[in-house]
């Protein structure tokens, strides 16, 4: 098992690339943009927005499906930048139609929607269901980028999810669409079992986007973080920007000593793009 992940591993790095230096004087201005958070704005640095986006191949006037997107670190930057550009951004967000979508994870789209509400600053911001039971994320072939940050691993949970998933992401892109992916790095020691530290090997995100159809074009250290041990007793939810110091469910830890997790900072990540054959 582990010659395989090296293996894998090792044909990557044929494929390492690095993002284009080509400017996009819209993209900056939205990174820079004092309309976004100072939390978001301070985690820059550990996030690389302008290198990643620029590696996925972000353009002007692209419709682009962000999935399960969170607090909004990404929708700052994207739903500005369509808005600049002629584009479309669509947040993939919690699957209301699903009944099992409980009562707190409605209130936090609501939330949600409505931090993103203002047309003057972040322009029409569209929405899609999505989780493990729901419909096609939009028409066939109309999206040219699809991106997941960070996600993967809650994927795995659940069976079948991670192939639901790429399979949709697979049908709502167009022919030589993207679908990037962003995601804490197992490798190079084997993935834990259930991934329950989530942590994710690199040739598991690539067997399931090839399962789906897709091509691997290339991947970047843009996100990399040689400093991540990946040993945490908290598994990646110990380093920042979660920081968790008991096991889930349990009351925190004042004692717990955060400092050599905080000096490591965020996680070790993989960083791939991926292309639907045209």
């Known amino acids: 098992m582990l010659?395989?992940?090296?293996?894998?591993?090792v044909a990557l790095f044929a494929l390492t690339s690095t993002p284009s230096a080509a400017a996009d004087s819209k993209l900056k201005s939205a990174v820079a943009s004092a309309?976004?958070?100072p939390e978001n704005k301070a985690r820059d640095s550990a996030r690389n927005p302008e290198a990643t986006l620029t590696f996925w191949g972000l353009k002007a006037k692209q419709t682009v499906i962000e999935i399960s997107p969170g607090g909004g670190y990404w929708t700052e930057i994207l739903a500005p930048y369509a808005k600049a550009t002629g584009g479309t951004y669509v947040a993939g967000v919690t699957d209301v139609a699903n009944p099992?979508?409980?009562?707190?994870?409605?209130k936090s789209l609501d939330t949600f929607k409505a931090k993103y509400a203002n047309?003057?600053?972040y322009g029409v911001v569209k929405y899609t269901g999505f989780g493990a039971a729901s419909k096609?994320?939009?028409a066939p072939n109309s999206?040219?980028?699809v991106f997941t940050s960070r996600n993967i691993h809650n994927f795995t949970y659940t069976p079948g999810f991670l192939d639901k998933a790429m399979s949709d992401f697979f049908a709502v892109l167009k022919p030589g669409g993207v679908l990037g992916v962003e995601e804490h790095r197992a490798d190079p020691r084997p993935e834990v079992t259930r991934?329950?530290?989530?942590?994710?090997?690199?040739?598991?995100v690539v067997k399931a986007a090839e399962k789906a159809g897709f091509k691997l074009a290339a991947s970047s250290e843009v996100n990399a973080n040689p400093k991540d041990t990946k040993d945490h007793p908290f598994g990646v939810w110990t380093l920042p920007p979660v920081r968790r110091n008991a096991s889930a469910g349990q009351p925190a830890d004042p004692a717990f000593d955060r400092a050599k997790y905080d000096a490591i900072g965020e996680s070790d990540r993989m960083t791939l793009r991926f292309v639907k054959p045209r």
């Open 119 to 121: 047309p003057a600053k």
């Open 3 to 9: 010659r395989i992940a090296l293996a894998a591993s």
């Open 195 to 204: 991934i329950t530290d989530g942590y994710v090997s690199v040739a598991t």
């Open 143 to 145: 999206v040219d980028l």
């Open 35 to 37: 309309d976004r958070s």
């Open 136 to 138: 096609p994320l939009g």
């Open 100 to 106: 099992s979508t409980s009562e707190a994870a409605k």
